[in-house]
């Protein structure tokens, strides 16, 4: 069992920045693919970005690329999501997630969730 859980979200004007974090319990996440998604009111969750065991191979959506960042620091057990620019479309609810492929895109393919972190950004 993994246990993980975000911080970081807030209330940022367009723009803006602000970098989650999901910090994992119960194993070590050097033994996963880590990856983050979001959900606004009344839309399905999407996938944002993902990053493989070492850090070395990333993925992001159209949306998010250039914007977001995302790393890890498994001597930490943490996973980290810089978001840069933000714009109102950013708002949801972050999650960060364990997968078995980078490059999976879909809520489906990731096991373990956090509980979310709030994002709002104003305009």
């Known amino acids: 069992q993994v246990q993980l859980v975000e911080s970081g979200g807030g209330l940022v004007q367009a723009g803006g920045s602000l970098r989650l974090s999901c910090a994992a319990s119960?194993?070590?996440?050097?033994?996963?693919?880590m990856g983050w998604f979001r959900q606004a009111p009344g839309k399905e969750r999407e996938f944002v970005g993902s990053?493989?065991?070492?850090?070395?191979?990333?993925e992001y959506a159209d949306s998010v690329k250039g914007r977001f960042t995302t790393s890890r620091d498994n001597a930490k057990n943490t996973v980290y999501l810089q978001m840069n620019s933000l714009k109102p479309g950013d708002t949801a609810v972050y999650y960060c997630a364990t997968g078995s492929s980078w490059k999976a895109r879909v809520s489906r393919d990731y096991s373990y969730w956090g509980q979310g972190t709030q994002v709002t950004v104003s305009s």
């Open positions: 119960g194993r070590a996440i050097a033994n996963y693919v």
């Open positions: 990053i493989n065991w070492n850090g070395a191979s990333t």
